[in-house]
């Protein structure tokens, strides 16, 4: 792992740029809620333009959700500047300085995935405790939350036992190790009570059970360790699986009114996750699958890529099926 040790003006300066970054994501979320209103005839049809009063109301409806969002933003600012700094001993080093040309501001392709797990936390955060509004409409409820759950103990265990899976950079180490270890008991509160349906209970397990063979066949060599390796790969294929249990969900609970914070949920869950499908398309040469067995890049692409585009279309039936219903109110 790189050493972090100096602090200077000009990685607080790369920082503030990933922070303001990282205020995109309120735009599209600002762009649901709209949308909702507007499905929903809570806006009129003249106010075609988003006026002054509507801005504030959407931000003291969101106001939980955007201070998380801002909160991650700014806790990923600060490390950044804290601990992204060059030393005498890396200003020497090629290989430092070709890494640093490629990833200028997160230092490491690994940063992508400790942003990943900032994110995931801070939407389970919002499934888990919905404030009364209900936990059918959550996507993440039931059978979605057992699948990520099983993916989070793999990562976890990944962490304490394997030092070369471990999240390197200025966003890794004990940051990323807390949000991972976070996450464990709040999918665990998310998936109480699905295990103990005989049926479901089997079909998950069915689904698990057919990930082990591709996930042991397409391994990254990563630590040389046969049951580390095939973890790795496990853990993203129990995400796809989660991926599209969710978007069964939607389908499931399309009776009842998908409240305003499943849609801010099913905002976050693609956006997290077209991190973890940018680490896979830009960490790794593209002979990679050429030198090992199986094809691991390529099913790490394919398993990311699938869950940005599993999420995404939970989120258009979900503002599809809102429009429906409001519809069928008029």
């Excluded at 665990?188 to 089997?202: D, E, Q």
């Excluded at 496990?234 to 699986?241: A, Q, R």
């Excluded at 609970?253 to 949920?265: E, H, I, M």
């Excluded at 976050?268 to 896979?280: E, H, N, R, S, T």
Aim: with cysteine.
């Amino acid at each position: 792992m790189e050493a972090f040790q100096a602090f200077d003006l000009s990685s607080i300066a790369e920082a503030t740029g990933g922070a303001m970054q990282s205020w995109l994501i309120l735009l599209p979320a600002l762009a649901i809620w709209y949308l909702e209103q507007r499905s929903r005839g809570r806006l009129a049809a003249a106010e075609l333009c988003i006026s002054l009063p509507s801005c504030g109301q959407a931000l003291r409806q969101f106001a939980p959700e955007v201070a998380g969002v801002i909160a991650c933003a700014m806790l990923g600012a600060i490390l950044l500047s804290v601990r992204c700094t060059e030393t005498p001993e890396d200003a020497m080093d090629p290989k430092w300085q070709a890494l640093k040309a490629q990833w200028p501001l997160l230092v490491t392709a690994d940063s992508l995935l400790a942003m990943q797990a900032m994110l995931r936390a801070l939407l389970l955060i919002f499934a888990a405790f919905s404030r009364g509004y209900g936990k059918e409409v959550v996507p993440l409820y039931g059978e979605p939350a057992v699948l990520m759950l099983w993916a989070a103990i793999c990562r976890v265990v990944l962490l304490v036992e394997s030092p070369f899976h471990t999240v390197e950079g200025p966003l890794g180490g004990s940051a990323n190790v807390f949000f991972e270890v976070l996450a464990v008991p709040l999918l665990m509160l998310l998936s109480r009570g699905v295990l103990s349906t005989p049926l479901r209970s089997a079909g998950l397990l069915l689904a698990a059970l057919a990930a082990i063979y591709p996930a042991s066949h397409n391994r990254l060599p990563v630590s040389g360790n046969y049951m580390h390796d095939s973890m790795f790969s496990f853990n993203m294929l129990l995400e796809v699986l989660a991926a599209a249990a969710s978007v069964a969900r939607t389908v499931a609970v399309s009776d009842k009114n998908p409240l305003r914070l499943s849609g801010f949920v099913r905002l976050l869950l693609p956006v997290q996750q077209g991190l973890a499908f940018y680490f896979a398309l830009h960490a790794f040469p593209p002979d990679m699958d050429e030198k090992v067995k199986g094809s691991p890049v390529a099913m790490m692409q394919a398993a990311c890529g699938a869950q940005v585009c599993i999420y995404s279309l939970g989120l258009v039936l979900h503002l599809a099926l809102s429009a429906q219903e409001t519809q069928h109110v008029a």
